[in-house]
Nanobody, 117 residues
Framework: QVQLVESGGGLVQPGGSLRLSCAAS????????IGWYRQAPGEQRGLVAA???????SYADSVKGRFTISRDNAKNTVDLQMISLKPEDTAVYYC???????????WGQGTQVTVSS
């Protein structure tokens, strides 16, 4: 059974930092691309950051320079380090594992990030 479990969300003040983690099980983790997505109330879910199986990273313009995605294939985890957080970063953050060219596409249950004073 495939599981993606996000952790690390919470309430933080503007300008603060959080580190999200996505722990995967039930898949050959190292061959999957992993993405962090977020969805705010009333908005569509959108890609925040992604890392390929080979370690190539990409970011949404709104988070470039503030968020860093990294993976540890030995631990089957992908982290999202977030600094200089803004109220507009408030959303539920989801982890997605996808193997390109196959129907293998999995989502976690999400973790809430709230940036507020």
């Amino acid at each position: 059974q495939v599981q993606l479990v996000e952790s690390g969300g919470g309430l933080v003040q503007p300008g603060g930092s959080l580190r999200l983690s996505c722990a995967a099980s039930g898949i050959s983790f190292s061959i999957y691309g992993i993405g962090w997505y977020r969805q705010a109330p009333g908005e569509q879910r959108g890609l925040v950051a992604a890392i390929t199986s080979s370690g190539f990273t990409s970011y949404a313009d709104s988070v470039k320079g503030r968020f860093t995605i990294s993976r540890d294939n030995a631990k089957n985890t992908v982290d999202l380090q977030m600094i200089s957080l803004k109220p507009e970063d408030t959303a539920v953050y989801y982890c997605r594992a996808r193997r390109v060219g196959t129907p293998n596409d999995y989502w976690g249950q999400g973790t809430q990030v709230t940036v507020s004073s």
